[in-house]
C-alpha cells in the first residue's frame, strides 16, 4: 500500500533565521534603552542621550553576526536614530551641535520619550518608551503627566492584543481612542504604525491614530497577516484634540523614499545622497554623522522637494500638554503574535498614581487575555465550535 503523501507545508515568509536576527536586534535595543534609562537624569543633555544612544547601538550591532558568508558581510547597524523628546514635542527630536537647543538639559517632572532602532542584515527593532524624571515609588507621578502616561501604557497593551492575523487595522485605531478618553486624553492626530520588512520599517499596510476626516477617507483598510511584522507606535496627549504642528526646531533625521526615483540636478545634492546611501542604506539617518552638517542640510533640499528622500519631523502639541509614547515591534507567525522588542524598562504602576482608570468591561477584558493563546485553548475553541460543546474530562 502507498504511503499517505505529507502535507505540502505552507512557504514561510520569515525564516527563522530572519527571526533570530529580528531577536537579536530587539535584544541589542532592549540594553541600549536599559542605559539611556539610567542616564536620563536631571541635568543630563538631549544631544548626550542622543549621541550614546547611537553609539551604543553601533557597539552592539557590531559585536555580532561579523562572519563573512559567501564574500559578503552582514549589513548591521542602526535602524531608527536615537530620538529624545521631552514634554510636548511628540517626537524625532534629535539636535545638532549646531542647533540653538543642543543644550537643551532635562529637569525634574520633564516626561521623556526614547526613541530608537538596531538592525541586522536589514531586520529592524524599533522600540519607544516613556519616563519621567525624577519619578520614584514614594515620590509618582501625578496629575496630566499620570494620566497621559496611563493612557499611553494602556493603549499599547490593547493594541498589541489586537494586532493578529486576520484583524483589521481599524480595531486598534479605535481601541487606543478608547483607552485615551477613559483618561481624558487624545491620540496624536495622524500617526501611523506600519509594515515592517527586510529594509523597510514604513511600508504600505498602516494603523492610523486619531484620524482627521480626510485622513480616514485616505487611509485603506487592511488585515494582519500571517508572518508580518508592524513597527506600532502609540502617541498620545493630554491636549483636547491630538493635534500637532510644526516649530522652530530643525528636522534633523531623514530617510530615502523607496518608491521614488529621480535625478538630482545639483552636484552637492548628489553628493549628499550618495553618503546618505553609503551610511544608513534604506534606513533613517542623523545628518549628525555626515562629513559637513551645513553641506548636508543644504544638500538634501532638493531631494526632499522632489520626494526622494523624507524628513521625520519634529512635531509639537500645545505648550501646556504633554505627549506620552510606546512604540513596540511584533511578529505574527502561524503560533501567534510574538513580541521583538521587550517590555518598557522605565513603567511600573507604582510609578504612576492618576485618579482616572480604565472602565470599559470589554476593553479590561482583553487586557486580561494572554498576548498568544496556548495550543490547549486553541484546541478547546476548536472543539466548541465544532459542536457547541466541551467534551468532559
Known amino acids: 500500500m502507498a504511503e499517505a ?3 505540502v507545508e505552507k512557504p514561510r515568509l520569515i525564516t527563522e533565521a530572519d527571526m533570530t536576527k529580528y531577536k537579536t536586534a530587539g535584544d541589542i535595543v532592549n540594553d541600549v534603552m536599559r542605559k539611556l534609562v539610567s542616564l536620563s537624569v536631571e541635568g543630563a543633555r538631549i544631544i548626550d542621550l542622543c549621541t550614546e544612544g547611537d553609539r551604543l547601538i553601533e557597539e552592539g550591532t557590531g559585536a555580532v553576526y561579523n562572519k563573512i558568508v559567501k564574500g559578503v558581510k552582514v549589513n548591521k547597524g542602526i535602524a531608527f536614530p536615537t530620538s529624545v523628546s ?9 539636535p545638532l551641535v549646531s542647533d540653538p537647543l543642543a543644550s537643551q538639559a532635562l529637569v525634574k517632572g520633564d516626561v521623556v520619550k526614547l526613541h530608537l532602532g538596531a538592525h541586522i542584515d536589514g531586520f529592524a527593532a524599533v522600540s519607544a518608551e516613556t519616563i519621567v524624571v525624577g519619578a520614584t515609588e514614594q515620590d509618582p507621578v501625578t496629575g496630566r503627566r499620570a494620566d497621559v502616561l496611563q493612557a499611553a501604557w494602556y493603549g499599547a497593551e490593547l493594541a498589541m492584543r489586537l494586532v493578529k492575523a486576520g484583524n483589521k487595522n481599524w480595531a486598534v485605531t479605535d481601541v487606543v481612542s478608547k483607552a485615551a478618553s477613559a483618561f481624558n486624553c487624545k491620540p496624536v492626530e495622524g500617526m501611523l504604525s506600519c509594515l515592517q520588512t527586510q529594509n523597510v520599517i514604513d511600508g504600505k499596510k498602516r494603523i492610523i491614530l486619531n484620524p482627521s476626516e480626510a485622513q480616514r477617507r485616505d487611509t485603506e483598510t487592511i488585515t494582519f497577516g500571517e508572518d508580518e511584522v508592524y513597527g506600532i507606535d502609540i502617541l498620545v496627549s493630554s491636549g ?11 528636522t534633523s533625521i531623514y530617510q530615502k523614499e523607496g518608491s521614488v526615483t529621480y535625478q538630482l ?3 552637492n545634492s548628489r553628493m549628499v545622497f550618495s553618503e546618505m546611501q553609503k551610511k544608513a542604506g534604506a534606513f533613517p539617518i542623523n545628518i549628525r554623522v555626515m562629513e559637513d552638517e551645513k553641506r548636508a542640510r543644504l544638500g538634501l533640499q532638493e531631494a526632499v522637494t522632489h520626494g526622494l ?15 506620552a509614547a510606546f512604540h513596540f515591534t511584533i511578529a505574527l507567525p502561524p503560533a501567534g503574535p510574538l513580541l521583538i522588542t521587550h517590555p518598557p524598562v522605565w513603567y511600573k504602576p507604582e510609578l504612576v498614581k492618576t485618579d482616572k482608570e480604565l472602565e470599559d468591561e470589554e476593553l479590561k477584558a482583553l487586557l486580561t487575555k494572554p498576548l ?3 495550543k490547549k485553548k486553541k484546541k ?12 468532559a474530562k
Open 309 to 323: 528622500v523624507k524628513p521625520y519631523e519634529v512635531v509639537y502639541t500645545p505648550s501646556n500638554t504633554f505627549v
Open 5 to 7: 503523501q505529507k502535507p
Open 240 to 250: 483636547e484634540d491630538g493635534k500637532a504642528r510644526v516649530e522652530d526646531s530643525k
Open 86 to 94: 521631552v514634554n510636548n514635542t511628540v517626537a524625532h527630536f534629535s
Open 372 to 374: 498568544r493563546e496556548t
Open 265 to 267: 540636478k545639483m552636484k
Open 380 to 391: 478547546t475553541k476548536e472543539a466548541e465550535g465544532a459542536d457547541g460543546s466541551v467534551e
